[in-house]
C-alpha cells in the first residue's frame, strides 16, 4: 500500500498513529516556522529602518494581488489534492496544467487592468510593480500542487526545509541589500519573488511534479463541482481580509497605510509561525476522521485546549510589551503604531483559534457554510472599515479587531456541532484562558511600580522577563482547574524533549 493510499482521506489509521503524525507534522512546520519568524523580526527591524511608511504602503495594493492567487490555488487545486479518495500520476497532471492555466488567465488580467488599480489607490508607478508581482502568481500555481501532495503524504519535514533556504534567500540576500542601496518598495517585492522561486523549485523537486502537464476541461467542471465552495470560501476570505486595505489604500494616506501596514504584519508574523502550520497538518487529519465517532472531537477539544491559552498568554504580552516590540523592530519612526499593534494583538486567540475550527469544517467538507461565513466576515470587515475610516488607522485596527472575533465564535460554534464537542469544555477552555491572561496583567502592573526609577530599556527587559517567568510558574505549578491537563502535559513532554 503506498503512502497515499494509507492517509487517503477516505480512510481512517489507527488514532494513536495519526494523533503522532499530526503532532510530529506540527512539531516540523512549527520548528520551520518558529526559524523563519526569527529571521522575519531580523529583516523586519533592518527594513523598517531604512525605508519609510510610505514605501511599505506602497506594497500593500501589491500584497493583494499575491494574495489572491493564493486564495484561488489553495481553496480550490489545493485542498482538491488533499481531499482526493485516490490520488495518482494523472490527476497530479491534470491538476497543476489547470493550476497553470488558471494562474496564465489571472496574470493577463492583472497587467491589463493594473492602470485602472493604480487609479484607484492613487499611487504612482503602482502599475509596474503589480505587473512584476504576477510572476509570484505563476510560481504559486506550481507550489500549491507540489505542496498539497507533501501534505497529503504528510512530508511536512520537505516544507519546512523550503521554507527554511528560501525565506533567508528572499530576505536578506535580496530584500536587505536592495533596501539599503535606496531601491525601495522594490527592495521588497523583488526579495518576495526571489523566494517564491527558490521555495517552488525545492517542494515541486521533492513532490516529483512531472515535467508533463495535461490540460482538461473536464478535469475544471469536476474540480468546480467538488471543490468549487472551497474556491469561494478562499476568495471570500481574501476578500474580507483585503477589504479594510482597500478602504484604506483609497482613503488614507500612504503613511496611513504603512504604519496600518506594518502593524498588521507584526500580527501576521506570529500567526504565520503558530497557527498557520496548525491549520496545515489539522485539515489532513480532520479529512481522516470524516466518520464520525469520537476521535474527532477528542482532537478538536485537545487543539483548543493547547492554542486557546497559549494565543492568549501571547496577545497578553504582546500588548503589555508593544512598545518594547515597536522600537525594537520597527524603529522610533513606527512609534505611531504602538496603539495599533495592541488592538489588533487583543484579537490574538480569535485570529489564531479560527484557523483550528475552520480545520474542521475544511476537513469535513462543509464548505457551503464556510462560504456564508466567511460572507459575513467580509460584510463586518468592510462596513467596519468605512465606519471607522474617520479615525485613520488606529480606527481600521479597532474594527477589524472585532470582526475578527465575531467570525471566530461563528466559526466556533459550527465546529462544536459538527463534532459534538462539549460546548461545558470549550467555554471552560477560553474562561481558564481569559483567567490566565488576566492575572498576568495584574501581575504586570504590580511589577511595573517597582522598575519606575529605572530608565526604559533596562525596566523594559526586568519587567518582561517578570512577566514570562511569573507565567511559566503559573502553567507548571496552577492546579487543575486553572491550567489544562492537556496543555501541561505537553509543556513537561516538551521540557524533557529539549
Known amino acids: 500500500m503506498t503512502i497515499l493510499e494509507a492517509v487517503a482521506p477516505g480512510r481512517t489509521a489507527r488514532t494513536p498513529k495519526r494523533s503522532q503524525s499530526a503532532a510530529g507534522g506540527l ?12 529571521l522575519s523580526i531580523v529583516t523586519t527591524g533592518i527594513l523598517s529602518r531604512f525605508l519609510t511608511p510610505q514605501q511599505f504602503g506602497q506594497l500593500v495594493p501589491v500584497m493583494i494581488v499575491i494574495s489572491l492567487s493564493m486564495a484561488v490555488f489553495d481553496g480550490t487545486f489545493g485542498v482538491g489534492i488533499i481531499r482526493s479518495p485516490q490520488l495518482d500520476r494523472e490527476r497530479v497532471r491534470v491538476a497543476l496544467g489547470n493550476c497553470l492555466l488558471v494562474a496564465v488567465v489571472l496574470t493577463v488580467a492583472l497587467i491589463a487592468g493594473s492602470p485602472l488599480i493604480e487609479r484607484f489607490f492613487h499611487f504612482d508607478q503602482l502599475a509596474e510593480l503589480i505587473a512584476a508581482a504576477t510572476i509570484v502568481i505563476l510560481l504559486r500555481a506550481v507550489f500549491v500542487i507540489a505542496c498539497a501532495v507533501l501534505q497529503r ?16 534567500f528572499g530576505s536578506l540576500i535580496v530584500s536587505v541589500p536592495l533596501a539599503v542601496a535606496g531601491y525601495g518598495a522594490w527592495s521588497l517585492l523583488l526579495g518576495t519573488i526571489s523566494m517564491g522561486l527558490v521555495e517552488t523549485v525545492i517542494v515541486a523537486r521533492k513532490a516529483r511534479l512531472p515535467w508533463r502537464i495535461t490540460i482538461s476541461r473536464a478535469g475544471l467542471s469536476e474540480l468546480g463541482a467538488t471543490e468549487g465552495f472551497f474556491a469561494l470560501n478562499q476568495l471570500l476570505n481574501w476578500a474580507a481580509l483585503s477589504s479594510t486595505n482597500l478602504i484604506a489604500g483609497h482613503v488614507l494616506s500612504l503613511t496611513q497605510l504603512g504604519f496600518y501596514s506594518r502593524s498588521w504584519r507584526l500580527l501576521d508574523i506570529a500567526v504565520s509561525a503558530t497557527s498557520g502550520p496548525m491549520q496545515r497538518v489539522l485539515v489532513p487529519v480532520f479529512a481522516g476522521l470524516q466518520d464520525g465517532g469520537g476521535a474527532a472531537r477528542d482532537t478538536f477539544e485537545r487543539a483548543l485546549a ?51 475550527s475552520e480545520s474542521v469544517l475544511v476537513g469535513f467538507g462543509r464548505a457551503r457554510s464556510a462560504a456564508v461565513r466567511q460572507l459575513l466576515y467580509l460584510v463586518a470587515l468592510g462596513s467596519g472599515a468605512l465606519i471607522a ?3 485613520q488607522s488606529t480606527g481600521i485596527a479597532l474594527s477589524t479587531s472585532v470582526a475578527v472575533w465575531l467570525f471566530y465564535l461563528l466559526s466556533l460554534s459550527q465546529a462544536v456541532r459538527l463534532v459534538h464537542a462539549s460546548l461545558g469544555r470549550v467555554v471552560l477552555i477560553h474562561a481558564r484562558a481569559a483567567a490566565l491572561a488576566t492575572l498576568l496583567v495584574a501581575f504586570h502592573v504590580l511589577i511595573s511600580f517597582a522598575v519606575t526609577r529605572l530608565s526604559y530599556w533596562p525596566g523594559e527587559v526586568l519587567v518582561a522577563a517578570a512577566d514570562v517567568g511569573f507565567i511559566g510558574a503559573i502553567l507548571l505549578a496552577a492546579p487543575p482547574w486553572l491550567v489544562e491537563r492537556t496543555l501541561r502535559t505537553m509543556i513537561l513532554t516538551r521540557g524533557r524533549g529539549a
Not at 512539531?27 to 526569527?38: E, M, P, V, Y
Open 27 to 38: 512539531a516540523w512546520l512549527i520548528a520551520g516556522r518558529s526559524s523563519n519568524i526569527a
Open 153 to 168: 503524504e504528510r512530508r511536512y519535514k520537505e516544507i519546512s526545509l523550503a521554507s527554511l533556504v528560501a525565506a533567508p
Open 306 to 356: 493547547v492554542a486557546v491559552p497559549v494565543f492568549a498568554i501571547a496577545g497578553a504580552l504582546a500588548c503589555l510589551h508593544a512598545e518594547a516590540i515597536v522600537r525594537a523592530l520597527l524603529g522610533t519612526q513606527w512609534l505611531e503604531t504602538i496603539p495599533l499593534v495592541q488592538i489588533l494583538f487583543s484579537a490574538l486567540v480569535a485570529r489564531c483559534g479560527y484557523k483550528v
Open 389 to 391: 475610516v474617520r479615525w
